[in-house]
């Protein structure tokens, strides 16, 4: 895939964050996101999957620049958008959008589903009143919310779960983004309706060109869904690949185990993924010297409990961030 499809780029990208630690204690640093690097091509969607904890969403919402980075480098369409104060962001703000994992949460209640889609258009200062009409009647229709007029003045508590949800997806995509973040977009609603978002969301995907950000715990989705899967564990990405090259040849121990969670069809790869680590994940206040993985890992050595392991690539596009596969802890 060739460099100038490249929309963003982070470089060791981290997100601390500083906390209180009891009324009369001190302050400690949370490592939420400590130290990743990535590209996001135009047109592609990345499943971001790990466990709960591992800063799935602090890495999106840092993207999204909700947070700023710590330190590290954000680039985007060329443009170094790490340190950019918010009020330089507006444009930054259009090109991208957000889909939240609780539609009821994030929808104002006291405004009706018109106004809602209406907003953005109106902060943007998108169109003539009329002209923002015709957006958010066919914003509604392309997420199949029909007859529009049905749905256009109700409020969010009149809809359910995947109603709503549709209105979130038209709400992220009516300024025509280059770059979405949906945060475990279907994991609360009902399990009849799931698939059909995430069909939903491909498409529009698919047909605008958009870069996704599909975050979930559900690896049995992204296959579906996502041209690459991005693996985290506290606060690092530790195997990122191609969907069907992660899927068919997953190395990292922390990918198998979590691999061993999809009930597999092949009884093979069923006794291929048997070995689920016990254990809890480390804490991000202070995460153990090497790599996190290492106090779970059947596999670690002592120079994995002492050293942070380089990521490598050991297929083209597929890296791994694990002393296994970095040559000498081989022997
Ligand atoms: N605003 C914040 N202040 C302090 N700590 C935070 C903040 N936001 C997240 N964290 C901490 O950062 C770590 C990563 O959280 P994050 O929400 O990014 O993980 P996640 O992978 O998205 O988890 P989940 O799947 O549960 O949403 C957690 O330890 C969390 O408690």
């Not at 443009?79 to 507006?90: A, C, F, G, S, V």
């Not at 049905?150 to 009516?174: C, E, N, T, W």
């Not at 990292?252 to 291929?272: F, G, Q, V, W």
């Not at 994940?281 to 942070?308: H, I, K, Q, W, Y």
Request: charge should be neutral.
């Amino acid at each position: 895939m060739s460099e100038d499809k490249v929309i963003l780029k982070a470089e060791n990208l981290k997100k601390w964050f500083t906390v209180r630690r009891g009324l009369f204690g001190g302050t400690v640093e949370v490592k939420a996101l400590d130290g990743v690097s990535f590209e996001l091509r135009a047109g592609e969607a990345v499943s971001l999957v790990g466990e709960s904890g591992s800063g799935k969403t602090t890495l999106g919402k840092t993207i999204l620049r909700l947070y700023e980075p710590t330190d590290g480098k954000l680039v985007f369409k060329g443009r170094d958008i790490t340190h950019t104060p918010e009020k330089e962001l507006m444009w930054y703000k259009r090109e991208t959008g957000l889909v939240q994992q609780d539609p009821y949460g994030a929808m104002p209640s006291f405004m009706n589903i018109y106004r809602i889609l209406e907003e953005p258009l109106i902060i943007h200062k998108v169109g003539s009143k009329e002209e923002r009409a015709e957006m958010v009647f066919k914003a509604l229709e392309e997420v199949r919310l029909t007859p529009v007029e049905d749905f256009a003045y109700k409020y969010p508590h009149m809809l359910s779960g995947g109603q709503l949800q549709r209105v979130a997806i038209a709400r992220a995509l009516i300024l025509k983004p280059s770059l979405v973040v949906a945060d475990e977009p279907v994991s609360m609603l009902d399990a009849s309706v799931r698939v059909e978002i995430l069909t939903l969301m491909r498409d529009l995907q698919e047909k605008r060109n958009i870069s996704f950000i599909y975050i979930t715990h559900d690896l049995s989705t992204t296959r579906y869904f996502s041209e690459w899967i991005f693996i985290m564990y506290a606060g690092h990405i530790v195997e990122r690949a191609p969907t069907k090259t992660l899927l068919r040849n997953p190395l990292h121990p922390y990918t198998r185990a979590l691999l061993s969670a999809i009930p597999d069809p092949d009884p093979e790869n069923r006794k291929r993924y048997r070995e689920v680590p016990p254990g809890e994940p480390p804490s991000l206040v202070n995460p153990p010297p090497g790599c996190r993985f290492a106090p779970r890992c059947p596999f670690a050595t002592s120079r994995c409990r002492s050293e942070d392991p380089p990521e490598v690539e050991v297929e083209p596009g597929h890296y791994v961030k694990c002393w296994l596969f970095a040559g000498e802890a081989k022997a």
